[in-house]
Every structure is written in structure tokens, then in C-alpha cells.
């Protein structure tokens, strides 16, 4: 099958987005890996109810406002949230571990 | 409970990082909107594995690279993915439909 040279323009741009989103999500972990030791520090809780629910909304405005989906936009911000828990638990359980 | 000054610094980075996540995510789904409208036009499939097991490969890379857990990134690529599909197969559904 050949590709359209149409179609091969479009994954070329897709290609270069996803390099962006992989690039700004490995700098979003790295901000809360901060956040982990610096709850961990002062032992704060690893999870944020309110905080969460908070980053959902504001996501879902913006989605909506960009033509993006907002249900497909919870349920990636959500995602990332859950990752982002378990960082933070795996960064407590170390600390707590060093004393 | 008051939030340390350095963990609401930090907070703010994580909103702009994830406003300028979604707008890179509105501006993928644009792009594969047109790749769904080629594909139905040509009577492509909606589905490309090889193309996809070639971009996970890829951002598995560009991942380790950039210190982001390339697992995370494969999971989140691959919902992605799965949207994509779901979105070119309701075109592909519509542009049958009008003939």
C-alpha cells in the first residue's frame, strides 16, 4: 500500500507533536518528583483531593475551549495524576526508609 | 493546612506545563481529524499497526532519553492511539453514510 504524500505530511507533524508531549511530560515529572520529596519532607500526604479535582476542571474548561475532548482530557490528566501518586507514595516509602 | 511557598511554585509550573499539554493534544487531534478525512476519502483502514508499533518504539526512545518512564509513556501513547482510531472510524462511519 502506498501512503499519500498528504498523509505522510500529516504524520510528520504528529510525529513532531508527540516528541512535544513527551518532552513536556517528562518535565512534569519532573516538577513533582520536587513536590514528592518536598511532601515526603514535611510529610504531607501524597494525595491532594481537592488539588485534583481542581486541575480536572481547569483542564476540562481548556480542552473545550481548544475543540479537544474534555471526557478524553479527565481521563489523561487523570492517568498522569495516578502516576504522579504513586511517585509520590514510592518517594515517602523512601524517606520514611532513610529516616 | 497552608501549602509551602515552594510547593505552590511549583504547582504553577504543573498548570502551564498541562495547558501547554492540552493545546499540543487539540492540536494533534486536529491533525489526525484531516488524517481521518484522507483515510475515508481513500477507503484506508482506520487502523496502521505497523505505524503504531513504530511510534510506540520511537517514544519509548525519545522517552528514556528525556528521563520520562517509557512504560507511562507507552500506556499514554496507546490511549491515544485508541482515541485516534474511535475518531476515524466515526468518520469513516459518516462519510459512508452521506456516500
Redesign the interface.
Same mark, same amino acid.
Given at each position: 500500500?502506498t501512503i499519500?504524500e498528504?498523509?505522510q505530511g500529516? @504524520?510528520q507533524?504528529?510525529?513532531n507533536?508527540?516528541?512535544? /508531549?513527551?518532552?513536556?511530560?517528562?518535565?512534569? %515529572?519532573?516538577?513533582?518528583r520536587?513536590?514528592g520529596i518536598?511532601?515526603a519532607s514535611?510529610s504531607?500526604p501524597a494525595v491532594d483531593r481537592s488539588?485534583e479535582e481542581g486541575?480536572v476542571a @481547569?483542564?476540562r474548561q481548556?480542552?473545550a475551549a481548544?475543540? /479537544?475532548?474534555p471526557d478524553?482530557?479527565e481521563? %489523561?490528566?487523570r492517568?498522569v495524576i495516578a502516576?504522579v501518586v504513586r511517585q509520590h507514595e514510592r518517594i515517602a516509602a523512601e524517606h520514611a526508609r532513610k529516616g
Open positions: 500500500m499519500p498528504e498523509l500529516l @504524520r507533524s504528529i510525529d507533536i508527540d516528541a512535544a /508531549l513527551v518532552h513536556m511530560l517528562a518535565e512534569r %515529572f519532573r516538577a513533582t520536587q513536590v518536598l511532601k514535611r504531607l488539588r486541575q @481547569r483542564l481548556l480542552a481548544s475543540g /479537544l475532548d478524553f482530557t481521563a %489523561f490528566i492517568m502516576e
